[in-house]
């Protein structure tokens, strides 16, 4: 069981791979439960002091618990903690709930246009059609982040259309690369539709042999690490 510095530290490294793939800027949130707790680790409101994605430590780190309430942490927790909160509330399976504005799938969400499983790494995300919640408010209190969690069901990605999108999954890593290959998706989509065709979408056993290839989650988080710059072990 991963420990809190340990959590501490993966919650860096997703804001800094996520600001360099242009995924946030200053904008957007990942968090993680504390194991055995009813506990959230989150990426403060962003403030004057805390400001772009790639510069937040460790250490900036703060803790809520599962009502949004601040128990430990120099800087606030963000108002759109809710997001989370409700998710982990809906979702016991969920350990790690991932918020950003990124432009492609958000553009996607904006024109109601379905991101379909058209490469093959990634295809797995959006099998099912991402779900769409048609609110675009910030999600600052439990109403709306219920009727976002209900949204999202029991899929790992949903739209916050005319706002971001979440990914959420069993761990920081999965979280965070799953919002990176939804944007991979989004744009390739956008693409294909900008040059006036139709994609062939990828039909599920060939999704399923890519799935059972044996490059797991850790493989591709190393990458991101390694390109944006983070060298540990
Ligand atoms: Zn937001």
Redesign the pocket.
């Known amino acids: 069981m991963a420990t809190e510095a340990e959590l501490r530290q993966l919650l860096a490294d997703a804001c800094r791979i996520m600001f360099r793939y242009g995924l946030t800027d200053y904008?957007?949130h990942p968090s993680v439960r504390l194991p055995g707790t009813d506990r959230v680790l989150i990426k403060p409101r962003h403030s004057l002091r805390i400001r772009s994605q790639d510069r937040i430590a460790p250490e900036d780190m703060v803790i809520i618990d599962l009502e949004g309430n601040l128990i430990e942490g120099r800087d606030g927790p963000p108002s759109?903690r809710f997001?989370h909160t409700c998710i982990y509330r809906a979702r016991p399976d969920v350990q790690s709930v991932v918020?950003t504005?990124q432009p492609m799938a958000v553009i996607m969400g904006v024109a109601g246009a379905p991101i379909q499983p058209i490469l093959h790494t990634q295809s797995r995300l959006v099998e099912r059609p991402v779900p769409i919640w048609p609110c675009a408010k910030?999600?600052t209190d439990n109403e709306l982040g219920s009727q976002l969690a209900a949204t999202l069901g029991d899929h790992s990605v949903a739209h916050?259309q005319g706002?971001?999108i979440v990914s959420v999954a069993p761990t920081i890593q999965e979280a965070t690369v799953g919002a990176i290959h939804l944007e991979q998706l989004a744009e390739a989509n956008y693409k294909v539709l900008a040059i006036g065709r139709q994609p062939r979408i990828i039909p599920s056993d060939e999704i399923g042999q890519n799935r059972d290839s044996g490059v797991g989650v850790d493989v591709r988080w190393a990458y991101y690490a390694e390109r944006a710059g983070i060298e540990r072990e």
């Open positions: 904008m957007g759109e997001i918020h504005h910030l999600v916050l706002h971001g």
